[in-house]
């Protein structure tokens, strides 16, 4: 396994593989576990070549605690990633991927008003100015990203198909641990006691699908925010059942796009994001 952390050296090795290998890539930012390898995977079983990358990147955290907080453990990653067949890892420094502040905005065209764009603040900007770069580096043919952050895909297919990015945008299912909780690079700054009992995320998220159709929408989600808040442990922040395309307020009249529940739940500080699709 190859471990690259210069932007050229990065793109002189794909330049070199791309005319003869389909070539994947899978950016995360570290502290990996079974969510991230199955995108690896899913990755593996379609190209000859597969790129992982690894990096913090600090223009989309609102919250300057949050970035501090937020785990880092290269050496077990990259024993994860050997075990798991990955040719390629980039791991570029700070520098490397800003050697001057990126003041560059998007529009999104709305993607990025509501949900978790509402309440972080240019979160979607920094992903959007990261994406872009390390697609610039890692000019692969497909690039595969989780459902866990749904609001984020969305986004990332909306930037490729603006700036005529020439990727194919690969979705993945959410993988989850036993009691139904995503598997996140934050779980792991969970309480024993929040980890065992946020399977509440999931099981509510699921519970929306039978009662679909017989409450309204507003009186579903401020069910599902008054089941999760009943266990003291969790404090919603948002809950919004949404057009899986546009990500407005869903419509019982407007369900060709799909539907999607979507959830934002505190837990003590540690922040987790869910979602379930309702229709699809
Ligand atoms: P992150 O390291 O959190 O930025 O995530 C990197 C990629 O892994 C993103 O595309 C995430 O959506 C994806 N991912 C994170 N957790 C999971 C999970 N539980 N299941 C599937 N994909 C995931």
Known sequence: MKIIHTLSEMNAEILKHKPHKQIGFVPTMGALHRGHISLLEASQAQNQLTVVSIFVNPTQFNNSSDLQKYPRTPEKDLEMLRKSGCDIVFMPNENEMYPQPDNRIFDLQNLDKVMEGKHRPGHFNG??????????????????????????????????????????????????????????????????????????IFQTLTQIKQFWGKKTISQLEDWAIQTIN???????????????????????????????????????????????????
């Open 127 to 200: 992903v959007a100015q990261i994406v872009t770069k390390l697609f610039e580096a890692v000019p692969a043919h497909s690039a595969y990203f989780g459902l866990k952050d749904f609001q984020q895909l969305a986004v990332i297919k909306q930037l490729v198909e603006m700036l005529k990015i020439p990727i194919q945008i690969v979705a993945c299912p959410i993988i989850r641990e036993n009691n139904g909780l995503a598997m996140s690079s934050r779980n792991e700054l969970l309480t024993f006691e929040q980890r065992a009992q946020a399977g509440i």
């Open 230 to 280: 009943a266990n003291k442990l969790f404090n919603v922040e948002y809950f919004e059942i949404v057009n899986s395309r546009t990500l407005e307020k869903a419509d019982f009249e407007q369900i060709d796009d799909g539907i999607t529940a979507c959830t934002a739940v505190f837990a003590s500080q540690v922040r987790l994001i869910d979602n379930v699709q309702i229709l699809n």
